[in-house]
């Protein structure tokens, strides 16, 4: 499934709020440059973690999707090591689940993503 984009007045409106966070995250940090990077960094951090969930929780589904499919990559059906290994979602929006996701080489998940214009 595609991934939905945003239309024109829902990027407005991301615009706007994206407007609005870094006017509080300037207010929050005063003339503190450091303190405005911390800031920012942890705003990023926990936005990605909404996005992709937690590393460890990703980590875990990795082990499980690894022991699923015996090592083999779901794209290739070549044998694969863990450490060069992704995981691969379906449906973008459906997050990092067991059901939602397959384990690919990293080569072969670029390869996805080049098949689906995302690279
Ligand atoms: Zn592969």
Redesign the pocket.
């Known amino acids: 499934m595609a991934n939905r984009n945003l239309d024109a007045e829902e990027l407005k409106q991301a615009h706007l709020l994206l407007d609005d966070i870094r006017r509080r995250l300037e207010i929050l940090a005063g003339d503190d440059i450091h303190l405005l990077f911390a800031y920012r960094r942890k705003i990023y951090k926990e936005l990605i973690y909404l996005e992709r969930g937690k590393p460890m929780a990703r980590r875990k589904i990795k082990i499980q999707r690894y022991d699923l499919q015996h090592g083999k ?1 779901a ?2 059906n ?1 044998d ?1 090591a863990i450490q060069y290994s992704e995981l691969d979602r379906k449906n973008a929006a459906d997050g990092y689940t067991l059901e939602n996701t397959e384990l ?2 990293a ?2 998940h670029q390869a996805r993503q080049a098949a689906k214009g995302y690279a």
């Open positions: 990559c794209h290739c070549a694969m690919v080489h080569k072969c």
